[in-house]
């Protein structure tokens, strides 16, 4: 859940339905940025951005769930949260993205590189969709977060542009 502009109310509000809704469908619920919202919200967990909470702390909060690390394209940064004993690590971003500024550019380069060192499962965000998704499934991204392509499509609806995905 990225809820970057909600009051902490309405994300509470929005959490509880999208936890509600992942439960039904079988699927983790983590939230971003902000492990004092996992916990209230019994998330699976919580991704960290750099700038966001350090991550032994975060791990005091949630305990034995998920977390996550932004690694944007750095290979240091990927050792750093293999050490801390991350639950995954997230690159990119990998295309142009309306998401949000892109401050790092990452390349599947760096998805073979990180493979090479650790078993962790990685996330490649920024600018993923329907025509350049399976690039990075074939370069060892084991996830992808997608966003802008689904709820900002201006050519599909959300349904429609998850079901281009499968």
């Given amino acids: 859940m990225r809820l970057k502009k909600y009051s902490l109310n309405r994300k509470i509000f929005i959490g509880k339905k999208l936890k509600k809704l992942c439960r039904a469908k079988k699927v983790k619920f983590l939230v ?3 492990p004092w919202l996992a916990k209230k ?4 967990g919580c991704h960290l951005g750099q700038k966001d909470m350090i991550f032994r702390k975060a791990r005091k909060i949630i ?8 690694c944007h394209n750095s290979l240091t940064l990927a050792k750093k949260a293999i ?3 991350a639950d995954y690590l ?13 401050k790092f ?4 380069k760096i998805l073979t590189e990180v493979k090479k060192l650790t078993n962790i499962p990685i996330v490649a965000i ?6 350049n998704y399976r690039n990075l499934l074939l370069n060892k991204a ?7 392509y689904i709820w900002n499509n201006k050519k599909y609806k959300p349904k429609k542009a998850i079901e281009l995905l499968k």
Avoid: M, P, W
């Fill in 83 to 85: 050490k801390l004993k």
């Fill in 142 to 148: 084991n996830f992808l977060a997608i966003s802008g």
């Fill in 63 to 70: 305990g034995n769930k998920i977390i996550g690390i932004t």
């Fill in 105 to 108: 550019r990452a390349n599947t």
């Fill in 32 to 34: 971003n940025d902000d």
């Fill in 126 to 131: 920024g600018g993923v969709n329907s025509e």
């Fill in 90 to 102: 997230a690159f990119g971003a990998f295309y142009s993205t309306k998401t949000k500024k892109i």
């Fill in 41 to 44: 919200l019994n998330a699976d």
